[in-house]
Structures are given as C-alpha cells and as structure tokens.
C-alpha cells in the first residue's frame, strides 16, 4: 500500500507542475490544499487500487487540511461539480492515511472538452462544530 501512495503522490507532483501555486484556501489555524487533473495523468496500479477511472474524460482531485504547525488534519470533506449550465453532481471523496499523512482523493467526469468546471468544497474538521467551504473554477480538458 506505501508503494501505491508513493505512485499516487508521485502523480500528484508531475500534475501540480503546470498549475498555479495558489491552489490553497486559509480559515482558522489550518491550510486547505487542492488540485483537480486529468486522470490519465495517474499509474495504473493507483487508479485500480482507489477505483479511479482513467479514461480521457476523466478528472481526479485531491485535497489535504494541514493545521499552521505543518501537521496533517483529518475532516469530513464533500465536494460537488458544478458545470455551466449549473448540473451539479457529488464527487465522492476517500480518506487516504500515509503515516503521518492524510489526502482526500475522488474522481469526477470531464463531460465535455474545455469545459469550466466549478468546484464546491465543504469540509469540517475532526472534532470541528462548524463547515467550511469555499470555491474555485477549473478549465477542464479530454485528452
């Protein structure tokens, strides 16, 4: 399983390579970081091992919580969709741990090519009372 994450977060690097830096929410004492890419971008071996499709209109995201101190936090993290014409479907999110290391990672489909999709995420953190959310837009495309 360390080998699959190690794939996984290998992906994670060569896919962040083109994005913008600034792929990251603040609220409280904690860092909210983000990036949604292509899911042919992914080793086969982790796209089996999450059940992540692979095809080419296929997407991937990833979200990790880190409290200020650097350390990883847990939350429940749920995130939707969202395409122009406002058809909103819920990208299903599992928990990875990796020692000290928590992601969140979940697919999603890319319907149609350079389509601006909007992302909706709500999380609360382990033992937090209250959601968090925020917004960010993202333009897709089928490779």
Known sequence: MHRLITLLMTALLLATAPVRADNAEYFDAYTVHYNPF???????????????RKGCGDGVLTVALRRDDGTAAAAAVRVSAVTLVGQRSAIKMQEVRDGRSIYYVGGFAITTDAEP?????????????????F????????C
């Open 135 to 142: 917004e960010f837009t993202r333009q897709m495309f089928r």
């Open 117 to 133: 999709l909007k992302f909706v995420v709500t999380l609360r953190t382990e033992g937090g009372t209250r959601d968090h959310g």
């Open 38 to 52: 292509n899911a042919n971008l992914l080793d086969q071996r982790v796209a089996e091992a999450y059940k992540l």
